[in-house]
Every structure is written in structure tokens, then in C-alpha cells.
């Protein structure tokens, strides 16, 4: 049976966590900067509830503290902030250089944990900074697809992937993002919400957290059969998220 994000079988996990006993663990950056993470998480989540009928689970399965590789499928650019308000725990994030140039919202995504990069999150500079903040004990989330799908499907995984489990060797946790494809795709400017309140729509938005992989029984397989072995597991990461989105 799969864990639901608001389950007594995740609350009990995050308990025996110790770290866990906080709704939100904190990594250890300032208290007012995580008092500014939490609220900003809070708010968020509550959007999306409200907005987009989001539903989570699995949050047990992440660590509540030391190193943790989450890789998602990659949908729209929901995708950072659902698989924040899924896991709970503070992540790190990726974001091209590009991206801080305008000097509020590069204050306002370094401080929700954004980490800039110059090339793409998996080649070789993306893969330095990720290697980087895990053997730091952060928890660092990437897309192995390397861009938004363009029809809603999971895309062939980048083969950097595995010079990054190979490198960092931290748990690797599958995530599924459903509905987000259909809420914001690539070609659209805006987003089309699936409000709690209305009738459940195709845009009504879930994330599944699947149970962490060991990095070293990824890496005794060879290069296409642990491609093959995470895109499986991300496929069925995605099918649970799907079963969990509110239907009409």
C-alpha cells in the first residue's frame, strides 16, 4: 500500500525520524531563514490546494536529514515548488544563471534554496554544484530528463545521471508529477488552475514519493540498464501520482 502524504503511517515515520518531529525539517541554515522557508512553503501549499486540488504522499520516504538525490519527471515549472511541498523537507534546486539577473527575484529564489548554474543542471558544471550541496547533507532535487516534456510523457533520462549517482552515491528517490502537464505546458504563457472548489478538471495537480533506490545497486548495473531501471521507477512513481489526482 502506498503512503499518502497526510497518512498516520507518515506521521508515525517522520516521529521515529527525530529530525521529523518538526513538521518541516530545517536544514542548517539561519533561524529566520528557515522561519522565511516554512512560511513561504505554508503559503504555497495552500495556493496550490486551493488553486489546483494538490495532492501529495509519500513525504516518509525522504530522509529527514544527510544527503538525498530526488529525481523527478519534468512536466512545467510547477515542477520545483510541488516536489517541495511533497517531500517537506527544505531542498535544494538548480537554476540557470539567467535567472538572477533581475536582483528581487534572484533574492527571492536564494532564498528559497535555489542554487545557480551556468550550463544545463546535468552537464558538467550542474553536475559539480549537485555533487557539491550532497556531500554537504543537503537534499537536492533534479529532472534526468534535462527540459519540460512536450506532451505530458516521460523523455529519454540524460546519461549524466548516472555520473551523478556515481559521484555522490546518496540514497536516489523517484518522484511522479501528474497533472502539471496539463495545468502549464511548455507552449502556454500561464497557468490554468483546477480550483478545490469547482469540479475536479484534468488540471487538478499530484506528486508520489517512491521509496529511496541504494545508488550502489543502480551502479552495478550498466549505463542503459540504470537508465532504464530509474525511468521504470519514475514511470511508476508517475502512475501513482496519477491514481491519486482528484478526478471528476
Given at each position: 500500500?502506498?503512503?499518502?502524504?497526510?497518512?498516520?503511517?507518515?506521521?508515525?515515520?517522520?516521529?521515529?525520524?527525530?529530525?521529523?518531529?518538526?513538521?518541516?525539517?530545517?536544514?542548517?541554515?539561519?533561524?529566520?531563514?528557515?522561519?522565511?522557508?516554512?512560511?513561504?512553503?505554508?503559503?504555497?501549499?495552500?495556493?496550490?490546494?486551493?488553486?489546483?486540488?494538490?495532492?501529495?504522499?509519500?513525504?516518509?520516504?525522504?530522509?529527514?536529514?544527510?544527503?538525498?538525490?530526488?529525481?523527478?519527471?519534468?512536466?512545467?515549472?510547477?515542477?520545483?515548488?510541488?516536489?517541495?511541498?511533497?517531500?517537506?523537507?527544505?531542498?535544494?534546486?538548480?537554476?540557470?544563471?539567467?535567472?538572477?539577473?533581475?536582483?528581487?527575484?534572484?533574492?527571492?529564489?536564494?532564498?528559497?534554496?535555489?542554487?545557480?548554474?551556468?550550463?544545463?543542471?546535468?552537464?558538467?558544471?550542474?553536475?559539480?554544484?549537485?555533487?557539491?550541496?550532497?556531500?554537504?547533507?543537503?537534499?537536492?532535487?533534479?529532472?534526468?530528463?534535462?527540459?519540460?516534456?512536450?506532451?505530458?510523457?516521460?523523455?529519454?533520462?540524460?546519461?549524466?545521471?548516472?555520473?551523478?549517482?556515481q559521484r555522490a552515491r546518496a540514497p536516489v528517490i523517484?518522484?511522479?508529477?501528474?497533472?502539471?502537464?496539463?495545468?502549464?505546458?511548455?507552449?502556454?504563457?500561464?497557468?490554468?488552475?483546477?480550483?478545490?472548489?469547482?469540479?475536479?478538471?484534468?488540471?487538478?495537480?499530484?506528486?508520489?514519493?517512491?521509496?529511496?533506490?541504494?545508488?550502489?545497486?543502480?551502479?552495478?548495473?550498466?549505463?542503459?540498464?540504470?537508465?532504464?531501471?530509474?525511468?521504470?521507477?519514475?514511470?511508476?512513481?508517475?502512475?501513482?501520482?496519477?491514481?491519486?489526482?482528484?478526478?471528476?
Amino acid at each position: 500500500m502506498e503512503d499518502r502524504g497526510s497518512t498516520s503511517g507518515d506521521r508515525t515515520a517522520r516521529g521515529e525520524g527525530g529530525a521529523r518531529s518538526s513538521a518541516l525539517a530545517s536544514p542548517p541554515e539561519g533561524r529566520l531563514a528557515s522561519l522565511w522557508y516554512d512560511s513561504v512553503f505554508l503559503a504555497t501549499m495552500t495556493g496550490f490546494t486551493l488553486g489546483f486540488s494538490l495532492r501529495t504522499e509519500g513525504m516518509g520516504h525522504v530522509p529527514a536529514a544527510g544527503p538525498a538525490l530526488l529525481v523527478a519527471n519534468h512536466q512545467s515549472f510547477f515542477d520545483p515548488a510541488l516536489v517541495g511541498l511533497a517531500a517537506r523537507r527544505h531542498l535544494r534546486f538548480l537554476a540557470r544563471k539567467t535567472l538572477f539577473g533581475h536582483r528581487f527575484f534572484a533574492r527571492l529564489i536564494r532564498s528559497l534554496n535555489a542554487v545557480p548554474i551556468d550550463h544545463e543542471g546535468l552537464g558538467l558544471a550542474g553536475l559539480r554544484v549537485i555533487v557539491r550541496q550532497l556531500q554537504a547533507g543537503e537534499a537536492v532535487l533534479v529532472f534526468p530528463e534535462g527540459h519540460r516534456t512536450p506532451d505530458g510523457q516521460l523523455q529519454p533520462l540524460r546519461p549524466g545521471v548516472q555520473l551523478l549517482i556515481q559521484r555522490a552515491r546518496a540514497p536516489v528517490i523517484p518522484v511522479g508529477i501528474a497533472g502539471a502537464f496539463e495545468a502549464w505546458p511548455r507552449w502556454r504563457r500561464y497557468p490554468v488552475p483546477a480550483p478545490l472548489f469547482l469540479p475536479a478538471g484534468a488540471r487538478a495537480l499530484a506528486v508520489s514519493i517512491g521509496r529511496p533506490l541504494a545508488a550502489d545497486r543502480l551502479l552495478g548495473l550498466p549505463r542503459d540498464g540504470l537508465l532504464g531501471a530509474l525511468a521504470a521507477a519514475l514511470e511508476r512513481a508517475m502512475a501513482r501520482a496519477e491514481r491519486l489526482r482528484r478526478k471528476p
